[in-house]
């Protein structure tokens, strides 16, 4: 069991060519808490419970599957809203030696935060991330601004709303 994430984000200049043709998860997350993060997540028709750790590229993770069930008493309680976007996977080239080809994962937000699209890239180590140059179609940086985190956004809409309606 991996315990730790170690990942970067970006916000996307252009859509990569032909998204639509690559694996795509449809989800849903709510969280139960935001210091220090637990989440409910749907990923298709897999259910999980999250803790993450502080931190922002490198952190603790440790993921727990919940059943249909469980998810669906654990999403009620949700602080916030309920975070729905759909997740492509697009195979992208890794710069660092003797390395394995990484997975940018797209991220197109629905609801309060339609109009929002982020990537991140998980990478196995700490050289890896550190060696890592994005592809041209990545935007800017936002690994370490906690306002495009996840949890962030669950309490905040997106384009800087106070309040939830």
Not at 145 to 151: K, T, V
Request: charged share 30%; aromatic share 14%; net charge negative.
């Amino acid at each position: 069991m991996k315990n730790y994430e170690i990942e970067r984000k970006f916000l996307i200049k252009e859509m990569p060519p032909d998204l639509h043709k690559y694996p795509k998860l449809e989800i849903e997350q709510g969280y139960l808490c935001t210091k220090p993060v637990l989440r409910v997540r749907k990923e298709n028709d897999n259910y999980y419970m999250t803790y993450k750790g502080k931190g922002f590229s490198v952190r603790e993770e440790y993921n727990l599957p919940l059943t249909e069930e469980a998810y669906r008493k654990l999403i009620l309680k949700a602080d916030g809203v309920v975070i729905s976007k759909d997740r492509y996977n697009v195979p992208i080239e890794n710069n660092y030696e003797d390395s394995y080809d990484l997975i940018a994962q797209v991220d197109i937000f629905h609801g309060r935060h339609e109009g929002l699209s982020m990537v991140e890239v998980e990478f196995d180590t700490l050289e890896e991330e550190q060696a890592f140059i994005p592809p041209d179609w990545f935007g800017a940086e936002v690994t370490e601004n906690y306002e495009y985190s996840n949890s962030w956004l669950s309490e905040h809409p997106f384009g800087g709303e106070d309040e939830f309606s």
